[in-house]
């Protein structure tokens, strides 16, 4: 699962790309916030505004492990229902990088 949120995560613009997106979330399990991913939370206006105001190491954490857990029930239902449109375009991105291996 590590790989298939990773995977999200750089679809998402969280991270440049998939190895980045595996050490986030390294991070992340430590509950720790790198600070390249909170620049990046920094730029993201979705995520301000879903954040708010201050915008915060502790804040950001919070906001992303709430991304990670929608992340999980978005891949276990994609897995299930490969047909479905999102689901496409994450298995084939996935896929890819497991040929790859980025």
Not at 21 to 45: T, V
Not at 67 to 82: N, S, V
Request: glycine share 2%; net charge negative; aromatic share 10%.
């Amino acid at each position: 699962m590590k790989t298939k949120l990773a995977v999200w995560l750089a679809q998402k613009k969280f991270a440049e790309n998939v190895p980045q997106a595996l050490d986030f979330l390294d991070s992340l399990a430590k509950d720790e916030c790198p600070p390249e991913l909170f620049d990046r939370i920094q730029k993201d206006l979705d995520a301000r505004i879903a954040i708010g105001e201050p915008l915060t190491e502790k804040a950001v954490l919070a906001f992303l492990h709430e991304k990670l857990r929608t992340a999980e029930k978005l891949i276990a239902y994609w897995e299930e229902h490969p047909k479905d449109t999102n689901a496409i375009f994450f298995l084939r991105r996935y896929h890819q990088y497991q040929e790859e291996g980025e």
